[in-house]
């Protein structure tokens, strides 16, 4: 009974992230009626009004006389003047204004604060809706293509480092939330919390691919953290304080300059000069997703560690794994 | 003697002059080449990928409406002075752009805007072309260069009867639509299927792929920095230009990219055609494949190099209110960029640009 609401999120939440992007546009061949103002799911929160539209058409205006005819028009914009109300062969000030009505706001839009601009209308940034800053950080640090061995030394202080950081973050927003909420409710709160921090490994499943190699199947369901405060239905106040401890998590578990400089400091052993450089940036760097209201799907790793395991006397490497693919992803081997 | 001279030249530049342009002739292979079949590879012809094939189904590509195209696509008969070709601006070793900033019209003039490549335009989901997306599908958008006056400036009337004074046409005609008569129709219609013919599918990245299970596998045909700059690339750009498969390196909708923070005197782009204000500064992004030899770049070609270009991303673009979300601060490194540079010269697939089904006829 518990599957089924579970099983319907989750569908919606796909159905929700995958529709937009690739809807082929069956063209009619020789239609050049065909409407240029469709663009998708493309529309933003765009501040240019339509007196900038004005202006900018109204600088094709060389006679200035207020009114803009097709030999004003550079070729490609002369069918705008299809748009001519008043049967003029020209258009004027209002007529353009009728043309220049911003679209409406995108509805992604509320989930991605701050965001605006022509394009995507659906994303924002991963930590912005709960996506690991953690998987963002080791993502880096794979990207680096380091040796085996330099890898796994540089996980070993990449990943403490993170806990702490995570830790740090993760208890003051739990203290911020105290008095918030009612303990069943935090507890529920921790929980979702604790899933999305530690990457969802609870394995539902292990499949073997194609290869024979084995891997788990995580079950993963983490709606954004605010939303889980909504489905709490506090008080507005009490919801405006928990949202905006939320708020404070999130940025408090992205490495900061300080955060940046110290790690990177205690890499000094590790990594060359410029592999630092490149991680140093990377970390500065802040992925973006598509945006969606609820992050769901499931996601696969290895069984099998992707590295060999440390050697006697090493450190020892701790901390989930976060992968995006059903496998991780190959890496040329390269001798130290 | 001097004035003996004068007239030798005289007549010898008047005799050149009055060479008539049917004289120009085309040369095709005995076997016609094909064009219909591509043995294209799995990440093509997987469920996502295929979802950006535009190909109508009217017009499928067929062998004898591409080679027809291919003839119409460099007889310079299609401009009103018979001076210029679409393959004049749209050179195949640049992967069909102009290497000129901006080109050359038949009269001389200069456009405004730099020519877009035509790589992979069968893989374009939307199916709407030009930087500014004014046409809605290839087959009118094909003639919209023949007819404008500033490229080409043929008289769209009178063209049919011009390419029927080449007898040769009848027969590529018939071939391809089944009876001789020349319509505008059907020249579109065949440079259409020409244009969707030319596929890129067999670069370095495509060998690599090939191999792979994953795009996100390291390549084993490519170089440390080659897989160092596609996980870069697949970390950092690959939201907009590998949308959702690995084939088609093709952004599914225009953005602006922060070229420019005016929004009164800058090219407005998508904007201009439909005046909405979010529309502003949005330009079409043509496919990453083979942009090593696409230079310049942007749509106005203000970039001469791919490291300019991501030195803009790297920066973040300047402060249009139109800016897309994703176009943000990248900070890449220079061992990054010459990284990223490194795999996106891994996109150039020289068997296509040299390939002889979309070569000139009339050489």
């Not at chain 2, 952004?251 to 407005?268: F, I, K, Q």
């Not at chain 2, 079409?284 to 791919?306: C, I, Q, W």
Request: glycine share 6%; hydrophobic share 40%; net charge negative.
């Amino acid at each position: 009974m518990r599957r089924v609401p579970l099983f319907l999120v989750m569908l919606l939440a796909f159905t929700a992230m995958a529709a937009p992007q690739t809807a082929a546009q069956t063209a009619t061949p020789f239609d050049r009626s065909h409407p240029a103002a469709i663009f998708g799911p493309a529309v933003t929160n765009t501040t240019v009004s339509p007196d900038i539209v004005i202006a900018r058409l109204m600088t094709f205006d060389r006679d200035n006389d207020g009114r803009l005819v097709r030999s004003e028009l550079p070729e490609r914009m002369q069918n705008l003047l299809a748009a001519d109300a008043s049967g003029d062969q020209a258009l004027d000030r209002d007529e353009i204004r009728a043309m220049a009505r911003p679209a409406a706001p995108a509805v992604f839009a509320a989930t991605a604060p701050g965001f605006r601009g022509g394009g995507g209308g659906g994303y924002t940034f991963g930590d912005q809706v709960s996506l690991s800053t953690r998987a963002h950080v080791e993502g880096a640090l794979d990207d680096l293509r380091l040796t085996p061995i330099a890898h796994r030394q540089a996980l070993a202080i990449v990943r403490p480092f993170m806990d702490r950081l995570e830790a740090d973050a993760t208890a003051a927003l739990v203290q911020e939330l105290e008095g918030q909420m009612s303990s069943a409710q935090l507890d529920r709160f921790k929980m979702v919390l604790d899933r999305q921090m530690s990457g969802n490994t609870t394995p539902i499943a292990l499949k073997t691919r194609l290869d024979g190699v084995q891997f788990n199947v995580f079950k993963f369901f983490g709606p954004d953290l605010a939303q889980i405060v909504n489905s709490f239905a506090l008080p507005p106040d009490q919801t405006n304080t928990a949202i905006a401890a939320i708020e404070r998590f999130k940025a408090r578990i992205r490495p900061v300059d300080t955060d940046r400089s110290a790690l990177l400091a205690e890499l000094k052993d590790v990594l060359s000069d410029e592999e630092r450089e490149n991680f140093g940036a990377a970390l500065q760097r802040r992925p973006l997703v598509k945006a969606g209201g609820v992050i769901a799907g499931v996601v696969g790793g290895i069984a099998a560690p992707p590295f060999p395991p440390p050697a006697p006397g090493s450190a020892a490497i701790e901390g989930p794994a976060v992968f995006r693919l059903p496998f991780p992803p190959q890496r040329q081997v390269l001798e130290p | 003697m001097k004035a003996c001279l004068f007239t030798g030249v005289f007549v010898w530049v008047a005799a050149v002059s009055a060479i008539p342009a049917a004289e120009r002739t085309f040369r095709l292979p005995d076997v016609p080449y094909q064009y219909a079949y591509l043995d294209l590879p799995g990440h093509f012809t997987d469920g996502a990928a295929q979802k950006f094939d535009n190909t109508p189904a009217d017009n499928p590509i067929t062998d004898a409406g591409a080679t027809l195209g291919r003839v119409l696509f460099y007889d310079t008969r299609l401009s009103a002075n018979d001076t210029v070709s679409c393959g004049s601006c749209h050179v195949q070793s640049h992967a069909f752009v102009d290497p000129n900033r901006f080109s050359k019209g038949f009269k001389g003039g200069q456009t405004d805007r730099h020519a877009m490549n035509l790589v992979n335009l069968r893989f374009h989901p939307r199916a709407r072309f030009f930087w500014d997306e004014r046409s809605g599908n290839l087959e009118a958008m094909v003639l919209m260069p023949v007819e404008n006056r500033l490229e080409m400036g043929q008289d769209l009337m009178k063209l049919p009867g011009i390419l029927a004074a080449e007898p040769r046409y009848a027969d590529l005609f018939r071939q391809a639509f089944g009876d001789p008569e020349i319509t505008n129709e059907r020249i579109a219609r065949s440079l259409a299927q020409f244009l969707r013919s030319m596929v890129s599918y067999q670069s370095k990245y495509d060998d690599g792929r090939l191999q792979a299970r994953s795009s996100r596998d390291d390549f084993a045909n490519f170089t440390l920095d080659e897989n160092r700059g596609k996980a870069l690339f697949l970390r950092n750009c690959a939201l907009c230009h590998l949308p959702d498969q690995d084939a088609h390196f093709v952004m599914t909708e225009p953005v602006n990219t922060g070229l420019d923070e005016d929004t009164t005197s800058t090219d407005g782009g998508v904007g201009d055609i439909t005046l909405k204000p979010q529309d502003i500064g949005r330009f079409k992004s043509p496919s990453l494949r083979n942009v090593e030899v696409t230079g310049p770049y942007m749509h106005d070609g203000r970039f001469a190099t791919l490291e300019a270009v991501l030195e803009h991303y790297s920066n973040g673009g300047k402060n249009h209110p139109n800016k897309d979300v994703r176009v943000q601060p990248l900070h890449f490194t220079s061992s990054e960029q010459a990284a990223l540079v490194a795999f996106l010269k891994t996109l150039t697939d020289e068997k296509f640009l040299s390939d002889p089904r979309f070569s000139d006829p009339f050489k």
